[in-house]
T-cell receptor, first 113, second 111 residues
Framework: DAGITQSPRHKVTETGTPVTLRCHQT?????MYWYRQDPGHGLRLIHY???????DKGEVSDGYSVSRSKTEDFLLTLESATSSQTSVYFC????????????FGQGTRLTVV | GESVGLHLPTLSVQEGDNSIINCAYS??????FIWYKQESGKGPQFIID?????DKRQGQRVTVLLNKTVKHLSLQIAATQPGDSAVYFC??????????FGAGTRLFVKA
């Protein structure tokens, strides 16, 4: 899948605990994104990055933070997980900004209990 | 507000028949449209895209049609195969990081 690895693939965590999801790419693409996918909704953008240390908020950024210290890694952190953050999280990369196809990782299924 | 939707949440077709999946969009400023396929347990996979200066674009067994007058997008799959069973969703973009994804249509292919 276009050299994108998400880890972990599955995680169950308790409410109030911090969680970090990792996205690693081997494509050297400039742009990276975190989405969440919930039943009845299309993919919703949480945060995106347009370069090392360059990030910005997406549509549903509350409760999430990101970091990108290297081109290949984009981390998503839930500072204090809540049940509403139970979802499937996808990382995506693209070579240019959004007027081009995106490549998605396999997803991380996160359950907050 | 801006939205991307699908007319049919579930579509069942016979193997070998053609499939048509529809999508409506509401932002007239959108100039780039994409169809993705998502198989169970996997991430979305790019199928085909089209820009607003085109009405039709063909790929391998797939065709995307864009009707800007009625803000409608469709994906046609020729000679549908069991491996085509998946969720298909469209996305619209007006540039930058403003992409909106539809919720998806599940395609079932009956053998």
């Amino acid at each position: 899948d276009a050299g994108i690895t998400q880890s972990p693939r599955h995680k169950v965590t308790e409410t109030g605990t911090p969680v970090t999801l990792r996205c690693h790419q081997t494509e050297n693409h400039r742009y990276m994104y975190w989405y969440r996918q919930d039943p009845g909704h299309g993919l919703r953008l949480i945060h995106y990055s347009y370069g090392v240390k360059d990030t910005d908020k997406g549509e549903v950024s509350d409760g999430y933070s990101v970091s990108r210290s290297k081109t290949e890694d984009f981390l998503l952190t839930l500072e204090s997980a809540t049940s509403s953050q139970t979802s499937v999280y996808f990382c995506a990369i693209s070579l240019q900004d959004w007027d081009t196809e995106a490549f998605f990782g396999q997803g991380t299924r996160l359950t907050v209990v | 507000g801006e939205s991307v939707g699908l007319h049919l949440p579930t579509l069942s077709v016979q193997e070998g028949d053609n499939s048509i999946i529809n999508c409506a969009y509401s932002n007239s400023a959108s100039d780039y449209f994409i169809w993705y396929k998502q198989e169970s347990g996997k991430g979305p996979q790019f199928i085909i895209d089209i820009r607003s200066n085109m009405d039709k674009r063909q790929g391998q067994r797939v065709t995307v049609l864009l009707n800007k007058t009625v803000k409608h997008l469709s994906l046609q799959i020729a000679a549908t195969q069991p491996g085509d069973s998946a969720v298909y969703f469209c996305a619209e973009s007006s540039g930058g990081f403003k992409t909106i994804f539809g919720a998806g249509t599940r395609l079932f292919v009956k053998a």
